[in-house]
C-alpha cells in the first residue's frame, strides 16, 4: 500500500470537521443552520487557489436531492398519511393496552417493536414511521417525548443490524466481498452471507440497548420537559383546577348485569352524585358525549368526570366497579383527540334564552358541556370552594356566557364554523381524521415495502411511490405531505452530505486511515479487529456509513490477509460497526428525532458515549463467538 501524505487540502477538511464538531457541542448556532454554514463554507473555500477539488460546485447541493435525504421526506408523508386516518392513535392503544403508562414497560415495547421493523426496513423509515405513534403515547401517559424518543431511535439503529437488508452498509458488503475475492488466493476465498447470517448479532445489540435504557434510563435520558400546555397527559385536570377551581379528573366504571340503576338515565345519576357521564359504552360500541335521557343498560361501561370521593360513593352505592385506569376510553380521551374548549355565546345567537336540555346540547353538538362561566362566578355540577352544584342543563344562557365544555377536536373544529358560538380555544389540531381512508393509506404503505423488499427499485423511488399514492388517494393533500415533513431535519442531512464526500474525495479519509493502520502494526488479531471497529465507528460520525464501508472493508480484508485473521470476519465488523452512531446527530435516525424531543448534542454524548462502548464490546463477542 503506497503511503499517503497529507496535504494542504486534506488539511482543510480537517479544519472544517473540526469547526463541525465544535458548532455542534457548543451550540452557539442552532444545529441545522451549523450544518448548511459548513456547507457554505466547503463551497466558497472550494474557490481558492489550491482548494478547486474540495466540493464541486454544480453538485454542493445535490445533497437535498439524495437518495437518503428523499427517502426521509416520503416515509414522514407515508407516516402522516397514516396518522391521519387514525390508525397510529391505533397502534399507540395498543401498545398502551399491554405496556401500561409507565416508562419501564413502554419503552422496551416500543425499541423492541422499532428495532425489529428496522431489520427490513431502512433504519431512519422506521423511527420516522414509528415518530406520530411515540408522540401519541407520550400524551396520553404524560412521559416526556425526550424519554422515549432516544431509546426509540438507538433501536431503530441497532435493528439495522439484524438482517443483510437492514442497512445501507450490510446490503453493500456482499458485493464489496465478492469484488476482492477476485484478488485473494483460493484458499482465502470468502462466502457471502445469507440474509440472517447476522440475526444474532442484532439480536444481540437491541437486547443491550434495551437494557441500557431500562437499567440506566433514568440517569443517562434527559429530564421530562417542564410546562403545562394543551398536549401534556394531564393538562384536563390541571385546567380545570386551575381555572376553574374543580377538582375532578376521569373514571371508567363499570355496570354489572343485574344492577339495580337499569332503566333509569344517564341524567339521574347526574343529578343525583353529581357527576358527569362524559362516555358510555355498550356491545362493543362507544359514545362520545352522549345523550343524558338514554336509559342505563348493563352490562355497559361509563365514562365519568368528578371528584374521586363522588365517584367513589356512587360506585359503593350502585354496585359499580372502578377500575386502576382507563382501558375502553383510552383512545377517546387522550389529549391528542379531545379535551377541554371555552366558547362563548354571542349577542344575537339563538341559544340565548334555551338551556343545554330545551337543544339537546351533547346530540346537537357532540359535546359535553362542564361548568358556565358568568361574570365573576362559575356554576358547574361540582362543588367548589365558592359555590354548591348547580344543574347547569338547566340554566338558561345569557349573552356572554363562558362554556366550558369537553369536546372531541373534531366537534370543536365544526363549532368554529357555528354563528351560535365564539370558539376561544384557539390552540388545538384543527383538523379531521379520515378514518375511511385507512384501506387506501394500508395499500401504499405496503406497496412502498413491497417495492423496498422484492424490487431493485431505488428506495426514494419506493417510498415516493407511497407517499404520492396516498396524496392521490386523498389520505393527504398535498398541503398536509409539505407540512408532515421536518424541513430541519432534512437541511441537516442534506448540508452535512458535501463534507462527507470531501472528506472521501480529497484523501482525508484515507489518510486518517492509513494513520490508525501504523499504530495498530504488529498487534495480535483480536486488537486488529477491535481496532477496525473502532475506525468504523469514528468514520461513521463524520461521513456516510456507506463511504465509510467502501472505504475501510477493502482495508479490513487486506490486513486479515496479511496478519492470518479470517477477512470475510474483518469485513462484516466493518459493516457492523457502521450502524455505531450514536456519539453525535449525524446519524439520518438521530437528526430525525432530535427536533421533537428538544434534544441537545450534549444529551447524545452523555446517553451514546456508553452505547458506543457497549455496541463495540458485544458485537466484537458475538461477532467472535458465531463466526
Known sequence: MDAITLTFEMSVVLGLLAFTVVLFVSEVVRIDFAAILVMVLLGLLSQLP???????????????ASNAVVSIIAVMIIGAGLD??????????????????????????????????????????????????????????????????????????????????????????NDLILTANQSLPADRQMTPFGLFSVTPIGLALIATGILYFMIFGRWILPGAQKGGDATSGRSMKSYLKELYGLKTDIFEISVPEGSLCVGNTFDDLIKHYHVYIIGSAYQGKTWFAPVIQTEITAPCRLAILGRRKEVVQMVKAEGFVLHDKLDVFAEDYAPTRSGVAEVVIPPGSSLIGKCAHDVVFRKTYGASMLAIHRGEETLSLVATEDHEPTQIGEVPFRAGDTLVILSTWDALTRLTRDRDFVVVTTDFPQEELRPKKVGWALFFFFVSIFLILFTDLRLSLALLTGAVGMILTGVLDIDDAYEAVSWSTVFLLASLIPLGQAVQTSGTAAWIAQQVLVLLDGWPIWSLQAGMAILATVFTLIMS??????????????????????????ALTVAISTSNSFLIPTHQVNALIMGPAGYKVIDFVKSGGIMTVLFLVVSLVVLNVIF
Open 50 to 64: 489550491g482548494l478547486g477539488s474540495l466540493a464541486n460546485i454544480s453538485q454542493l447541493f445535490n445533497g437535498l
Open 84 to 173: 391521519k386516518t387514525g390508525l397510529m392513535g391505533k397502534v399507540a392503544a395498543l401498545i398502551l393496552r399491554y405496556g401500561g403508562n409507565t416508562e419501564a414497560r413502554v419503552v422496551p415495547i416500543i425499541s423492541g417493536t422499532v428495532g425489529i421493523i428496522s431489520s427490513f426496513m431502512q433504519n431512519v423509515g422506521a423511527a420516522a414511521l414509528f415518530l406520530p405513534v411515540v408522540s401519541r403515547i407520550s400524551v396520553r401517559t404524560g412521559l416526556s417525548l425526550s424519554r422515549l424518543l432516544m431509546p426509540m431511535g438507538f433501536c431503530a439503529i441497532l435493528g439495522g443490524t439484524m438482517t443483510m437488508v437492514g442497512s445501507s452498509p450490510l446490503i453493500l458488503l
Open 545 to 570: 456509513n456507506v463511504g465509510a464501508t467502501v472505504l475501510l472493508v477493502p482495508l479490513a480484508i487486506s490486513i486479515a490477509v496479511a496478519a492470518g485473521g479470517d477477512p470475510a470476519v474483518f
